[in-house]
């Protein structure tokens, strides 16, 4: 099992940086992938960043070259520069495992980003 914590989300204008940090814990070391989510209401939940445990990293169209997923052993990081109106969502983080059941995904809490314009 794996618990998610986020941390990082608020208020801020649109041009403005904000941290997103989500702090895992549990059996950690099984961790494949870890990622980065934005949900808006009414819409599906979209991916945002990945980082594998490789450290190969994707990112949406919409965010490359101004946010930035990294990890620290089982934290993750979101460095979201220049952000705009359209960044609004909760941020969610997924951590995907595999063990002796195969591969699983927890998810955090989720954190509110609002960049107002």
């Known amino acids: 099992q794996v618990q998610l914590v986020e941390s990082g989300g608020g208020l801020v204008q649109a041009g403005a940086s904000l941290r997103l940090s989500c702090a895992g814990s549990?059996?950690?070391?099984?961790?494949?992938?870890m990622a980065w989510y934005r949900q808006t209401p009414g819409k599906q939940r979209d991916l945002v960043a990945i980082?594998?445990?490789?450290?190969s990293t994707n990112y949406a169209d919409s965010v490359k070259g101004r946010f930035t997923i990294s990890r620290d052993s089982a934290k993750m990081y979101l460095q979201m520069n220049s952000l705009k109106p359209e960044d609004t969502g909760v941020y969610y983080c997924s951590y995907e495992t595999y063990g002796s059941t195969g591969y699983k995904n927890y998810w955090g809490q989720g954190t509110q980003v609002t960049v107002s314009s």
């Open positions: 980082i594998r445990s490789g450290g």
């Open positions: 549990g059996t950690t070391f099984s961790i494949k992938a």
